[in-house]
């Protein structure tokens, strides 16, 4: 409890927001401030770990990658990256990860929204029944909804098809997704909506005109949110596709039981995956913080 | 509000990103491994574009027919398409595909041990009508008798077979030197090696067999059966044999083995025993021969050159060796969308004469007279050991009961289960499946 | 707001969770009471996959543990999440960096994250970890057969992926408790823990309770994890509600989909009872607002 005990005054420059530290800050910075300082860089260290250590795995040569006990010191050579690209339809799968991704967050959010704002707007049972069924939904063990997709996007004809991939999670994002947006549109005064529609404007027009563009931040929240569970999603991606609409989780998944030099190349695709997406958290965690923080999680 | 250290970070995070997108020039431009062979295949263009997929897992024995397939066969309209998978990716997509009116796959690759199932439920196409017709234009009279008996069901052949896999024991010829040791023909002699190399200090666990409680523990189960003389199930009286002493002298062999093999093998399938092999950890490994080339590749482990071959030892003596024939094939979907006739010339192209000369020495090819004991490092312990191996059970329940079997057969071997109750409730699994096929 | 309206507005997303959930789950239900493969006709057997379900002891065990694992990582991602929430929270310009480091590991598909985990535990991978920790302890673990070192590396891995998203929601609501109250305690000479204690944690109670309840959602259905870091989950008591559910349904051509289904259906019944407290708070909320 040490720890918590002793910057417990940290909370109080927070609301600075970058305000650069003062000059009456700085006598403090002291013993607790490099003590808090070492145990995140720890804490930072620890998780990255794992993903740094693979990305030794794939980058030493190949009959090094995994000996035992590991080698620290190799020579790095970026093989398993040209052979992943050039022996394998790595490209596609990554276009198919994206083109879900894509197309399951626009949709969600075009869903989502309207249903969102009604539900913050319109207290009745119908609401709270509805709301307490996305939570239900929200905790659905996969399997429930996803075996039976299997057999439904059989019989539909579009088994195998990013659209498919795409609606099956625009469906089981939906629940989060309207949840998240309603608790942003509560936080919005209703009196501006009665504003809105003294002015003559019609409800669709209140929420595309007045409502939509104060809810950036919280749309971007949820839009981030919904496009990563998509990026990630490995379930039912293995379930409705087979080799058209593959997608990296997949492709990594149905690599781990590979020998050498595939297996490298598997850590490899992940790490092509990562990346990315760590860039994508450099540049969205300012957004989360701050769409969060607009209220949409009084729970 | 700008923040200096961020916009590092980031530009950071995107310049390497890019530096690993450059890898991609090129891509897609190696679909076919150097392995692969350019050979005939003719079949006449169908009417309209047409893509064949392959399902086949990936592994150095047969990357090289599917290769030559998706090489040789995408022309006149018709793109062959193989995507890399795993041999579990391989068993759970095949029960997919094979399922319902319509299947995403067009050729599968198959194998001995699970065609009666998929034969007797109609699921795979009987092949012999193509087999007449296509005989001369592939030389397909050259495959193997045996083997197409093994990928035959009810007189009908339901697999065109590529290639045989049997157990190959791989051991290192420099630690086996050093202590004067001989590749060990018998399980008390395996002991007796891997004791030796114990005592010597330097490999702690000197022997790795594929034993991964999910799936290769019921192969090694049988094989040790199998090498004491004894199926699972008597055929002509349609009784379970696990009531046998055999049975539980099989389990008892196994677990012999524990001292001397690392405390996690139960989590080890092939690649990972390859990988204790590349590495250095174990001595002695036994597994199909189709695992064999990687271990003899320089650039997997250093100790590439180290590696001697010998056949599998027998459980307690005799001929037949703790092993398992498996022969490899491809078979063709009764859903499969596309012209069966033009998938037969595919893959009957594929285990051409010229193609299967291509795939040795990584795969041992079903056709006579291709391999010989100079072939490879291993060739010759595998011709010995494709000859003694148990005969195989081609019945319907046969997979069925290995599958069914399987986590008993793993809570025996991890001590969970004592041997006596763990034979008795296999005993009782396997009668219950037969009951099925009495009737 | 006119009903009409109401419905006109929440009709997409009710149509699309309808067909897209709500169908596929009472197919989940008609197939529990059936015999059934993939692609064939089931046949109607009442009850018998319910009895078979729990009269197997898998069951058991996999409840047993799903649920342990569900109290341990919430706990800790709740703990953890609130102390590194509040030490990220007090800095200052490095505050968007340490942010993005910490953020990796919640980007990281699953299974791909699980997997370069499980390659720290690894002997056969050369797994840096297991090498530290026995070349230090002069002991060897065994973190895949091992039941408890096991439930370590899964523990470890599930809080290691979920704690980014438990710490950034709780930041959120830090940064909405009003200065001046925490001014207050202080002035009013309340000790550092005491201001945490008794001020700040009652007044983002909610953004907690927030915290809870998705991760005990995500927690229950634990399974991408579990394919890589416990290969032998079933014979060490570590498998999942849903791996078992996979076993039964999924692996190996195992062909049991309506007992599958079964277990599926006694697997929501077990989350509403747990979310029940929620669940009531949130249908009283819905009718006030």
Sequence with gaps: MTTLQEHGSALEPSRSDGEPPSAKRRPRKSAHTYLVGGVLVLVCWAMVSPVLWTAMAVTKPTDVAFLNPPVFTYEPTMTAFV??????????????????????????????????????????????????????????????????????????????????????????????????LRNFFAEIPKELDEAAMLDGCSRLATLRRVMIPLMGPGILTAGIFVFLFAFQEYLTANILTDVSARTVPVFIATQLGQTLPMLQQAGAAAMLLTLPVVAFAFIAQRYLVAGLNSGSVKG | MPQPRTTVVRALATTISAALLLTACGAGSRTSSSTAAQVDCDFPAPSKATSVNVLAYNSSAIDPFTN?????CSKNQVTVKHEPIDF????????????????????????????????????????????????????????????????????????????????????????????????????AELRDVAGKIQQAGQIKYPVALPLLASSDIATAYDSALGSLGVDYVDATTMTPNFDKPEAAKAFDELRSLAPFMDPQVTTFDQPRVQQQMYNGSAAVAIMFSGRMNDLTQASNSKFSQQFGFAPPPSVAGGDVLYNTLSVDGWSIPTNAAADPKMLFEMIASSVSADASKASVPAAYPARDGIVTPGS???????????????????????????????????????????????????????????AEYKK | MRRREFLGLIAPSVLVMGGLLVLPLYRTVEWSLQRVNYGEAGTFVGLDNYSA???????????????????????????????????????????????????????????????????????NFGGVVNHLVSTLTGHEVLWFIDPWPNRLVIALD?????????????????????????????????????????????????????????????????????????????QIGNESIMLY??????????????????????????IVILLYPFIRGIAKEARQA
């Design chain 3, 158 to 234: 599930t809080i290691w992926f979920m704690l980014p998203f438990s710490m950034l929601v709780i930041i959120a609501g830090l940064q909405g408790v009003p200065a001046e109250v925490i001014e207050a305690s202080r002035i009013d000479g309340a000790s550092t823990f005491r201001t945490h204690w008794s001020v700040i944690i009652p007044s983002i109670r909610g953004v907690l309770g927030f915290v809870a309840i998705i991760s005990i959602m995500d927690v229950l259905r634990t399974f991408d994890q579990l394919v890589p870091l416990s290969p032998q989950a079933t």
């Design chain 1, 83 to 180: 052979d992943l690209w050039q022996t394998t339809l790595f490209a596609d799968y990554l276009v198919n990860t994206l083109v879900v991704a894509v197309l399951s967050t626009i949709a969600a959010l075009v869903i989502g929204l309207p249903a969102a704002y009604a539900l913050s707007r319109f207290p009745s049972w119908v609401s709270a029944v509805l709301l307490v069924l996305a939570l239900v939904f929200r905790a659905l063990p996969r399997f429930a909804v996803v075996l039976p997709m299997y057999d439904l996007s059989r019989a539909l004809g579009v088994y195998d098809t990013t659209f498919a991939v795409a609606a099956a999670l625009v469906a089981i994002n939906q629940p989060f997704s309207i949840w998240l």
């Design chain 2, 88 to 187: 579990a990716g391989q068993v759970q997509k095949t029960t997919a595909t094979l399922a319902g009116d319509t299947g995403t796959y067009d050729v599968v690759e198959t194998y001995g041990f699970i065609i009666p199932k998929y034969a007797g439920e109609q699921k795979l196409r009987p092949l012999d009508e193509y087999v007449a017709e296509f005989d001369q234009e592939y030389g397909l009279s050259d495959i193997n008798k045996a083997m197409r008996q093994a990928m035959s069901y009810d007189g009908k052949l339901y697999g065109l077979p590529m290639q045989a896999q049997m157990y190959v024991m791989a051991y290192r010829k420099d630690v086996f030197e050093s202590l004067g040791l001989k590749p060990p023909t018998t399980f």
């Design chain 3, 245 to 270: 559910i996979y076993n039964v349904a999924f692996q190996d051509g195992g062909q049991q989909l309506g007992l599958g289904s079964a277990i599926n259906v006694l697997l929501i019944l077990l």
């Design chain 2, 68 to 72: 030559t397939m998706v090489k040789s």
């Design chain 3, 53 to 123: 379900a729990l009269s197997d002891p898998r069951l058991g065990r996999a409840v047993l543990f799903t649920v342990g694992l569900t109290a341990v990582v919430v706990a800790t991602l709740i703990v953890g999440g609130y102390l590194l929430a509040v030490m990220v929270n007090g800095l200052g310009r490095s505050k968007p960096f340490v942010l993005g480091f910490l953020l990796i590991s919640y980007v990281v598909p699953n299974i791909v994250g699980a997997t370069m985990f499980s390659w720290l535990f690894d002997a």
């Design chain 2, 376 to 434: 490879s490092p291993y060739a010759e312990a595998a011709q010995v050991s494709i000859g003694k191996a148990p005969p195989a059970e081609p019945h319907p329940w046969t997979s069925r009961i290995s599958n069914d079997t399987r986590t008993v057969v793993a809570d025996v071997v991890l001590g969970n289960t004592p041997v006596a109750e763990g034979t008795a409730q296999m005993q009782q699994i396997a009668a219950k499946i037969l």
